[in-house]
DNA sequence: CACTGCAATATGTATGACAATTCACCAAGA
DNA sequence: TCTTGGTGAATTGTCATACATATTGCAGTG
């Protein structure tokens, strides 16, 4: 595949078209603060003698970016960034930046404040309107993370579990936040690295999940979910500490 | 301002640019269900037909539309409308289109349930985390609302409340649901419509609200935003009995 | 000093051409 | 007949260029 020309700018983005690789880049840079809210990107013709590409491929990058509320482009203007707040943080892409730009023990801690408020919502709604389909979803997760060989195949499960959960809570408005679910246990994947000897720990946690909600019993269900992200904030909270005194959290011990 | 010269597509958007318009039309009528998931939309040299514009507005518009997570476009095959669930349903322009496409009862319903399960924490969040510039704007927020003169300034304010409480909470990934907010009180607002006699009703309620996060006291604050969110609930389920029965909800009665 | 108009500049739109991708059909061989 | 391979066509992806339009700021004029 023809990668963009010019030497420095994109890095190993491989995939897919030339506007998207040229979005990806400003995006990620806008959200590292490369470029503050308020600031002006260099205009369309800069931009096409940076990444080597033609006019048309920067503008509908330019579009897409301005659909997921980051800059606003107006005649004689150029593109400004915009405030923060009209930034979509639920985008996809917008949350994949961000995830890498903010400090990780931050980001963490912000996705788990919100996983908190919502998930166990979310729980107790399902196990009032859960269909048999969607109980056939959970419950297909949960089996997959139980047969899971790897850390791999647990977290890919895992995912899908707390997925299916919100997708059975039977309101269309919570399935977005699928997003912040698989960006928040993808960067806690990364997180833990390779300290694999107990991620089977929460296996039993999950399980009471499911069993609540089959039985229809919101309350179970809540408490459970609570159960399951207070463990997840104490591991947080473990290699928070760890990482604040050692230079990265080498080896945590253990989960709890 | 040009307009789309084609009679008939595109109604009354007569705001900004053309791609915009056609992203709207085209956005509106995905989500109205008129091209449902899976389909395909006409190719882009149809649509350039349809809408009398050229390829670089519609192609433009699909990027936009892309950045949605609406459609996926490939080469050979076309513009094909994505899943459901991979609608950004909390992306600003595709709420409004869900809102006027879905039936409004069920749209409500399901805003409120958000509501219920977000600004409680929000709030309670808010009392804990709170800086004094943002109480302030909390303030200012309920002397707007507590000075309105009319229906819509009292809207305007309420929006500015809302928003403000969950600025306040300090968590990036709450401030998104500005747009959902913003969403709501509007179709609340074209909802309630005209009867306006009884919309100060709610002021008690927000000032609580208010002492609660002044006070730092996340569980009165919670609490006080249930008590407005149930107020609010019994509003619409009022409305939703009237105009299940009569044809529209020409006149309801009382706020509660 | 204030107002008007013009020029400069950036994005917005149009057009036409070619590249890349992949589906669908058709033909050749087992 | 079934499989396999190639070839063509349809559609988006990208490029280049030109012109339209909007907004700013300056300059000229009353």
Redesign the pocket.
């Known amino acids: 595949?023809?990668q963009i020309r010019q030497a420095g700018r994109i890095a190993a983005v491989r995939k897919?078209?030339?506007?998207?690789?040229v979005a990806q880049d400003i995006g990620a840079r806008i959200l590292k603060g490369e470029f503050a809210p308020g600031d002006l990107?260099?205009?369309?013709?800069?931009s096409?003698r940076v990444y080597?590409?033609?006019?048309?491929?920067v503008?509908?990058a330019?579009k897409m970016l301005t659909a997921k509320g980051l800059i606003i482009?107006?005649?004689?203007?150029?593109?400004r960034v915009q405030p923060r707040d009209s930034w979509n943080l639920l985008d996809r892409d917008v949350l994949v930046w961000y995830c890498a730009a903010a400090e990780r023990s931050h980001f963490l801690a912000s996705m788990h404040e919100v996983r908190g408020i919502l998930e166990p919502e979310a729980a107790a709604l399902a196990a009032v309107n859960h269909t048999s389909e969607q109980m056939r979803g959970i419950d297909a997760a949960l089996v997959g993370m139980r047969d899971a060989a790897d850390l791999v195949a647990w977290n890919t499960y895992d995912v899908r579990f707390h997925l299916a959960i919100l997708w059975a809570a039977g309101n269309e408005l919570l399935v977005p936040f699928g997003f912040l679910i698989e960006s928040a246990l993808g960067t806690m994947f990364d997180f833990t690295g390779r300290h694999n000897q107990d991620w089977r720990k929460a296996y039993p946690l999950h399980e009471a999940i499911v069993v609540a909600i089959r039985k229809r019993r919101p309350e179970a269900a809540r408490k459970a979910v609570r159960a399951l992200l207070g463990d997840t904030g104490n591991v947080l909270a473990q290699w928070a500490r760890e990482s604040g005194r050692g230079k990265r959290p080498a080896r945590s011990k253990a989960r709890r």
Chains 1, 2 share one sequence.
Do not use: D, Y
């Open positions: 595949m023809r897919s078209s030339l506007h998207h690789q990107l260099p205009n369309e013709a800069e096409c080597g590409v033609s006019r048309t491929a503008r509908e330019m482009s107006r005649p004689k203007i150029g593109s």
